[in-house]
T-cell receptor, first 116, second 114 residues
């Protein structure tokens, strides 16, 4: 697609439920990132996928968080047993990760998660 | 000390004013500097991209990098209400592999009042 597509745009869930957030990156972008943006906290790196390499999971805050990327394209971020502190906007981004301006990220509009 | 420091504001200016937004950083390996603009309920979008020290101008926007002081700035001339957004600085030491090490400031929220 022309841009990074994320769904759902808004998700309200009850504490303890599992949620899945989806990201469809720009075609041809081999790198995909998930960030979390909380009020007043800036962008927090969660996980990075590059091609067929093992993902960098160093930013995942707990083992309740996991992500996968199928076929080098679409990615799903899963949060199990959600807690109120998980409420945030989850942003997906992609880039070429090589060549001129390979480090420029193109972001989706985000998935706003509210845990009641 | 955080790697990147950015005053969160909020910053409120009248239409037509010159706006100065700034970030300081501690990692001398940073070579690539970016400014992203984020409108409410949208994802950040790239506004300016610079490599190493110097100035870059694009319309009403000027990005400055002073690597000796570890200080970057974004100037907005003749500010417009449509410039009201959160501005995030970002920087990295690489342009390719390993670029996941992009480090962001917390963002400055700007309001331009008509």
């Amino acid at each position: 697609g022309a841009g990074v597509s994320q769904s759902p745009s808004n998700k309200v869930t009850e504490k303890g439920k599992d949620v899945e957030l989806r990201c469809d990156p720009i075609s041809g972008h081999t790198a995909l990132y998930w960030y979390r943006q909380s009020l007043g906290q800036g962008l927090e790196f969660l996980i990075y996928f590059q091609g067929n390499s093992a993902p960098d999971k160093s930013g995942l805050p707990s083992d309740r968080f996991s992500a996968e990327r199928t076929g080098g394209s679409v990615s799903t971020l899963t949060i199990q047993r959600t807690q109120q502190e998980d409420s945030a906007v989850y942003l997906c981004a992609s880039n070429k990760d090589r060549g001129a301006r390979g480090n420029v990220l193109t972001f989706g509009a985000g998935s706003r998660l509210t845990v009641l | 000390q955080k790697e990147v420091e950015q005053d969160p504001g909020p910053l409120s200016v009248p239409e037509g004013a010159i706006v100065s937004l700034n970030c300081t950083y501690s990692n001398s390996a940073f070579q690539y500097f970016m400014w992203y603009r984020q409108y409410s309920r949208k994802g950040p979008e790239l506004l300016m991209y610079t490599y190493s020290s110097g100035n870059k101008e694009d319309g009403r926007f000027t990005a400055q990098v002073d690597k000796s002081s570890k200080y970057i700035s974004l100037f907005i001339r003749d500010s417009q209400p449509s410039d009201s957004a959160t501005y995030l600085c970002a920087m990295s030491s690489h342009s390719g592999a390993g670029s996941y090490q992009l480090t962001f400031g917390k963002g400055t929220k700007l309001s331009v009042i008509p």
